[in-house]
């Protein structure tokens, strides 16, 4: 008899396959014991966290990974996000891809925006008889660096931002797993705000080969993963070469979407999700916003579209106005690096007071 996909078992059952399949992250004992400190500290506070995810997750094509598959996301979204939080008196675990961008560096390490076009040597004092002056941020840019920098470092000093990486698509279900249920005593003072481009289909681990695919044949005694072949990774002969290169053809399971067990198990009491929904069809995406909502029963899902995603969003919320957009006015675009977030600002995923879906302003 045929084993049942992810996709058709429910939420729990999917829940223990899926964790079962996987041994946890190594990381993930350390970062546990960093969140439990964080969070009994804001606890202890009184005062409102947050779980921003942000980057994309990988999907690793062998268990000793060459080669991955990637999704979309840089993190600015994310980044820009963590900065308003923290502005509105939140704390932050920023769980993002490990390289990603950054809350406050982010300004500074574009491949248009580099740190080292802000920096200057200044000329050597005259005391210490060296020809090696000083490095310095240039005159045009420290207003703008001292006000990042002063941010950064208030968030710092008061343990207010805690970064956590993740790169494939398992370590982040164990990850967002872990800070959730981490989240507990917090309860009503929790947000979840997943920004992370995450994966829909991967490669169970049972079907993943051990070493790096092979693109040509290999003689009989060393083809250590033909066991894996040929439904799952299996790389067919080429008509046109049989002799000498193989195509590669990948099947995939879909990723159980776990957003469900976050907010009926995972999540505490109270808390509130807020879900991203990126789509590149400009027909589907508020029907796709609003399926999500409607199916995982959360607070808010903001919608966008790959190619203005810098410029407008749309929240779709369970309550009246249901659908509403935000855009950034078309003479302000360029001057804004990171887009929406900038002009909006996070007053909008702000939680009332008494725990209802927020009222964009
Ligand atoms: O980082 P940038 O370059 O600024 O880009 C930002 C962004 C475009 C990536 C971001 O704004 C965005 O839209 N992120 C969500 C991408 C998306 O469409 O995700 P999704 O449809 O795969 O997932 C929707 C929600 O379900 C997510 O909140 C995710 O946490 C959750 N999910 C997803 C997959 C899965 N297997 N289980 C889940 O629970």
Request: aromatic residues 10%; glycine residues 4%.
């Amino acid at each position: 008899m045929a084993t049942p996909s992810l996709g058709d078992m429910s939420p729990a059952d999917a829940e223990s396959v899926y964790f079962n399949e996987y041994p946890p992250p190594k990381a993930l004992p350390k970062h546990e014991a960093l969140a439990r400190a964080f969070i009994d500290r804001h606890v202890e506070a009184n005062r409102r966290v947050v779980l921003v995810t942000s980057g994309g997750t990988t999907v690793p094509l062998e268990a000793q990974t060459v080669r991955f598959i990637d999704n979309f996301s840089a993190g600015t979204r994310g980044a820009t996000s963590a900065e308003y939080f923290l502005q509105e008196g939140y704390a932050v675990i920023f769980l993002h891809r490990q390289y990603s961008l950054l809350p406050y560096s982010r300004h500074y390490s574009h491949s248009t925006n580099c740190f080292l076009d802000f920096m200057d040597e200044a000329p050597a004092s005259d005391s210490t008889q060296s020809d090696h002056g000083p490095i310095v941020v240039r005159d045009e840019y420290q207003h703008q660096m001292r006000d990042v920098l002063r941010k950064y470092r208030y968030a710092k000093q008061n343990n207010l931002l805690l970064l956590l990486p993740f790169t494939t698509v398992s370590e982040y279900m164990f990850e967002l797993r872990s800070l959730a249920k981490l989240m507990r005593p917090l309860g009503p003072n929790a947000l979840f705000y997943l920004a992370a481009a995450v994966s829909d289909f991967f490669i169970p681990r049972s079907r993943m080969a051990e070493h790096k695919i092979q693109s040509s044949e290999l003689p009989a005694h060393l083809d250590k993963d033909s066991a894996v072949e040929p439904d799952d990774i299996y790389t067919g002969e080429n008509e046109e070469q049989p002799s000498q290169r193989k195509k590669l053809v990948i099947n995939l399971d879909p990723v159980p979407k776990f957003l469900h067990r976050l907010v009926d198990g995972w999540a505490p009491d109270g808390s509130m999700v807020v879900s991203f929904k990126l789509e590149t069809d400009p027909s589907l995406l508020v029907y796709k916003a609003r399926t999500a909502l409607q199916r995982y029963s959360h607070h808010l899902v903001i919608g966008n579209l790959l190619s203005t995603r810098k410029w407008e969003v749309v929240f779709i919320t369970p309550d009246p106005p249901h659908e509403r957009w935000l855009r950034v006015p078309k003479a302000r675009r360029s001057k804004s690096i990171s887009g929406v977030e900038d002009q909006v600002g996070l007053a909008e995923a702000k939680k009332k007071s008494d725990g209802s879906a927020p009222t964009p302003e």
